[in-house]
């Protein structure tokens, strides 16, 4: 056999080799990007799932604080700061810890959502998202100033934060198409 022969037969083994381990890679790569992506998923349905338990929480806390706040059409904490001019701050601990429940819900939820901005796949939750978070950090500034209007003996501004209407479908719906 001549020298050329055997380097022709030599480059055919080497690229044969080349090849053999290039599919290998690819097959590797494509499994660990499966894995991922599968990784990715359940994160994403863990968070909105946890969303919407926080969701019902809030629900019920509003549920409860609407039977427990009915004071001239105010606001929940307009009327938490009016029960608690006339009756003091003792007789209304249990809503305060309510009140301070939600705002802690508001908070969890933000930082939920910010967890899942980069899974969000449709513009629905995106455009609740932004909603959400209006209200949220209204609501917990508005929550925050309660103590501050009761000592100073003003009152909150007559408007009250209104929760988003669509947020709730918009998780849901998101949800769906995360399990699909």
Do not use: C
């Not at 001239?72 to 001019?85: H, M, P, T, V």
Request: aromatic share 6%; proline share 2%; no cysteine.
């Amino acid at each position: 056999m001549d020298g050329a022969t055997l380097l022709n037969r030599i480059g055919a083994i080497l690229l044969v080799a080349a090849l053999v381990i290039a599919v290998g890679l690819s097959v590797m790569t494509h499994r660990s990007v499966s894995e991922t992506q599968k990784a990715q998923a359940l994160t994403a349905a863990r968070i909105l799932d946890t969303i919407s338990t926080e969701l019902r929480t809030q629900t019920t806390l509003r549920s409860e604080l609407t039977k427990q706040l009915v004071e001239n059409g105010a606001g929940s904490q307009g009327a938490y700061l009016a029960k608690i001019r006339r009756d003091g701050l003792q007789a209304h601990s249990t809503t305060k810890q309510k009140l301070d429940a939600l705002s802690r819900s508001n908070v969890a939820i933000l930082t939920l959502l910010d967890l899942y901005d980069p899974y969000a796949r449709t513009d629905g939750l995106k455009a609740e998202t932004r909603a959400f978070r209006s209200y949220a950090i209204a609501w917990n500034d508005r929550w925050d100033s309660v103590m501050e209007y009761f000592m100073a003996g003003g009152n909150l501004p007559a408007s009250d934060v209104s929760f988003p209407d669509g947020f709730r479908a918009a998780v849901e719906a998101e949800k769906k198409l995360v399990a699909n």
